[in-house]
C-alpha cells in the first residue's frame, strides 16, 4: 500500500476558497449592520413600553409594601412614646409628692386614687386605704398642688373622698396674703371652676391670686391651695363679692395623693354634720 504524501500546493485552491468564502460573510454582515441595528431598536421600543406598565405596578407593590411596614413601626413608635410620656408624668408627680412631704410637718398617708366618680351630680374619689392604714371620716385628701377633697365614708382598706367639685363640699379659705375671708363651694357647672363666697367688695382681688385654706375649718389645716383667681363680680344688693376660681388640683390628672392623719374632735364634727343637714 502507498502513503499519499501531502503537498502544499494541493492545498492551495482549499485555502483560497475559504480565503473568499470568509471575505464574502464579512462583506455580508457588514451590509447587514444596519438592518441589525434597527431591529435592535424596534426591539428596545418595544421592550420600554411593555416594560414601563409593569415597572409601574411593580413599585407600587413595593410602595403599598414599604407603607405597611412603616405603619406599623410608626403604632409601635407612638405606643412607646405614650408610655414614656406616662412613666414621666408619673415620675414628676412622684417627685412632687416626695418634695411636698419633705417641705411639710403634717403626717400623711399616702395614697393611690383607684375610682374616679365625675359624672357632675355626686362627684367622688376611691382611694385604696381605710381604717387599716389609720385614715378617719373627715380628713383631707391633698396633693402637692392642693386640696382635693375630705373623706366621707371608710372601711377598711378602701375610702371615699368628696371632692372640692362637689355640690356639698365647703370650705374656709382667704386670699392668701391677705385677710380677707370667705367660703369655697362649687356651684354645680363646670368642674373646672369654683366659687368664692362673701368676700368684702372693700378689698382688691386681683387675677391669678391663690386663693387658700384659712384654717378655720375642722378638717383642713391652713395654707393649703385651693385655687387661683378668675375674675371677680360684685354681688348685687350686698357689700360682698364673688371669686371664680380655678382649681389648683385636676381631678381628671390626679393619680395619687397623701391623706391628712390630723385628729378630728368628733364630736365637733357631728355637730357641723347636723349644722349642716
Known sequence: MRLRIFNIEDARDFIVTGFILLVALMLMVARSMDGIQSIRSVSLVVYSMLEEPLSSI??????????????????????????????????????????????????????????????????????????????????ALVTADGLVGRVILTSGSYSEVMPIINSLFRASARVQGSRAYGLVQWDGESLEELQMLYVPKTVQVDSGAVIETSGYSLEFPPFLPIGTVISSQPEAGKETQVLTLRPSVSMYQIAEGFVIASKIDSTLLTLKEQAEQ
Open 58 to 139: 411593580r413599585v407600587y407593590r413595593q410602595a403599598l409594601s414599604t407603607n405597611e411596614q412603616l405603619q406599623r413601626k410608626n403604632i409601635l413608635l407612638q405606643d412607646e412614646i405614650s408610655r414614656l410620656r406616662s412613666v414621666q408624668a408619673e415620675n414628676e408627680s412622684y417627685r412632687a409628692m416626695l418634695g411636698f412631704r419633705d417641705t411639710t410637718q403634717l403626717p400623711l398617708i399616702p395614697v393611690r386614687i383607684i375610682g374616679k366618680n365625675l359624672t357632675g351630680i355626686n362627684n367622688s374619689l376611691t382611694i385604696d386605704a381605710g381604717e387599716n392604714s389609720g385614715i378617719k371620716k373627715g380628713m
